[in-house]
């Protein structure tokens, strides 16, 4: 998904051998990602300047400035997720090249799969993709078919462009977090791995040899996870960020549409894919904590730890501030006007324009 957001310049990825894969700045994939960027970055400029400006033309303070955030942020992180791939290619591809590596020395089979133990996460973006994409060709595409004869060439290159810089959007976030999960996902693997050679081993009698070789490739996988850690702290800091402001804001909003409209289902599907994937995040932990009671989490930026009690604290300040939203509403109930008119739903979208 990387590749197709045009900000991983990693090629012949697809082989089993990453001794062929490479770095490339100098070839046709740049202009591709040229276009990409300029369709991604000016959507979202405009998206983040257009968000601004509509609280200040609002009756509904609370409602426009809450919408204002979460869309200045998933704007923000999806720019920095953008430029933050796009140079640290390198580093991933490192990565890939110190875990095929260590999978050789451990004599995995080529054919292994992780085992994914948790779908729940791709199931929730699925449905979050699945309904953005219908939702942004019902409100821009029927918008073609019937008024086709009635538009200008402007607002049907601007149709197209919205859909386009919508679609990227959504590879982009994909990719942001499948890369993070599927790192974490092979680290646990690993893991599990290094159990069952401890549970096999026990019967006849560990040897100092293979305490030591565990040891070892336990110190190994540690220094994978600083490595993708290192490689993705802006992203999953931004994600965490952006995370943050979905849960309680598109809570908010739900408890305010009641689901009276269509893009409550767009809300609520992309508010559990975005929930579900923080909490994904912390898996690594939970399956480390049975082994090792060292620190073997992702961390956002070296600011906090994506573990357990991070997430008990995000939850209570999700709770905390939903509620606070909420009882605000009802008090400056009379200086906003209800979400009734296409205008205002418009004004609710998360990433359309």
């Not at 257009?50 to 869309?71: E, F, P």
Request: charged share 15%; net charge positive; glycine share 4%.
């Amino acid at each position: 998904m990387w590749r197709v957001s045009g900000c991983l310049f990693v090629s012949n990825l697809n082989r089993r051998n990453l001794d062929r894969a490479r770095v490339t700045w100098k070839s046709f994939y740049i202009l591709y990602s040229l276009l990409c960027a300029s369709i991604l970055f000016s959507f979202r400029i405009r998206q983040i300047w257009q968000g601004t400006h509509n609280v200040s033309d609002s009756k509904g303070a609370l409602t426009s400035s809450l919408l204002a955030i979460m869309r200045n942020v998933i704007g923000l992180e999806s720019l920095v997720a953008f430029i933050v791939m796009s140079v640290r290619s390198e580093a991933i591809l490192r990565f890939l090249r110190k875990a095929s590596a260590f999978e050789a020395s451990m004599k995995v089979p080529a054919c292994h799969r992780v085992q994914r133990q948790y779908p729940l996460p791709y199931a929730c973006h699925a449905l979050a993709f699945a309904s953005m994409t219908l939702y942004t060709l019902g409100h821009f595409g029927w918008s073609l078919i019937t008024a086709y004869s009635l538009m200008t060439t402007a607002q049907i290159l601007h149709a197209f462009y919205a859909i386009a810089a919508n679609a990227l959007y959504m590879a982009s976030d994909y990719g942001n977090k499948a890369t993070a999960r599927a790192a974490c996902e092979v680290l646990v693997d690993y893991i599990r791995i290094q159990v069952d050679i401890l549970e096999q081993k026990r019967e006849s009698r560990l040897s100092l040899r293979d305490v030591e070789d565990v040891r070892a490739n336990m110190a190994t996988i540690e220094s994978l996870k600083e490595e993708i850690n290192a490689a993705l702290n802006p992203c999953i800091l931004l994600f965490c960020l952006r995370s943050f402001s979905v849960i309680c804001i598109g809570g908010y909003m739900l408890a305010r549409l009641s689901f009276s409209q269509g893009i409550s289902v767009l809300i609520l599907f992309y508010l559990l894919s975005t929930a579900f994937a923080l909490i994904d995040l912390a898996y690594i932990r939970f399956f480390y904590n049975t082994i090792d009671p060292r620190s073997m989490c992702l961390s956002g930026g070296g600011f906090f730890a994506i573990n357990a009690k991070t997430l008990m604290h995000v939850a209570e300040a999700v709770v905390t501030y939903t509620v606070i939203f909420m009882q605000t509403g009802d008090a400056i109930i009379n200086t906003f006007q209800p979400l009734t008119n296409s205008t205002d739903q418009q004004k609710v979208g998360l990433v359309y324009h």
